[in-house]
């Protein structure tokens, strides 16, 4: 009888503790995502300065030219004049979905152009920085850290395309895209 006692008190702790541990692990994937996102933002300004254009960093990809933050060689592998990295101390990972893809790249892609001013209307060219694996709700609470308007809805415009961070609205409603630096 008290074995069947101390069993209903460690399932009833597990029910109420487990969602806290969930949630707590989930509020620690959004707070590397956002801190990763605040320093590339640096990164690539600092790349900028140094080497008067935009880096491409795809951290999936095999080849090295693709790693500007990392490695001085551009697409054709041809080294980058004035190139003073590595920008970044470590590759970059997907904190929300681990081995999920993420790039870093210079867009004007209607899908991947940011809305800063909120008038529903893209806002030219950026570096983007795009992270797959994403669900809404963690879409939300980036844009509400970076943007301070994930609850919102601005006249027509939602917290899915205001602002830095933008809701990929094609086929993949898992991309999220975070505009670190308007080119």
């Not at 080849?63 to 003073?84: C, K, T, V």
């Not at 904190?95 to 529903?120: E, R, W």
């Not at 939602?158 to 409603?173: F, I």
Request: with cysteine; charged share 20%.
């Amino acid at each position: 009888m008290e074995v069947i006692g101390v069993l209903a008190v460690i399932a009833i702790i597990a029910a109420v503790a487990t969602p806290q541990i969930f949630q707590a692990i989930q509020d620690a994937k959004i707070t590397s995502l956002v801190q990763e996102a605040n320093n590339l933002k640096a990164a690539v300004a600092t790349y900028y300065k140094d080497t008067g254009t935009w880096p491409r960093h795809i951290p999936s990809r095999t080849e090295d030219h693709y790693r500007q933050l990392m490695r001085n060689s551009d697409s054709s592998g041809n080294p980058i004049s004035g190139w003073a990295g590595p920008y970044i101390e470590s590759e970059l990972t997907n904190p929300i979905t681990p081995g999920g893809y993420l790039d870093l790249q210079v867009t004007s892609s209607a899908a991947y152009v940011c809305d800063l001013d909120g008038d529903g209307n893209g806002d030219g060219q950026f570096v983007v920085y795009r992270v797959d694996g994403v669900n809404d709700a963690i879409a939300q609470e980036v844009s509400q850290m970076l943007d301070r308007d994930g609850a919102q809805t601005t006249g027509t415009t939602s917290w899915k395309v205001a602002g830095r961070v933008k809701r990929y609205n094609g086929n993949h409603s898992s991309i999220l895209v975070m505009c670190l630096a308007r080119v």
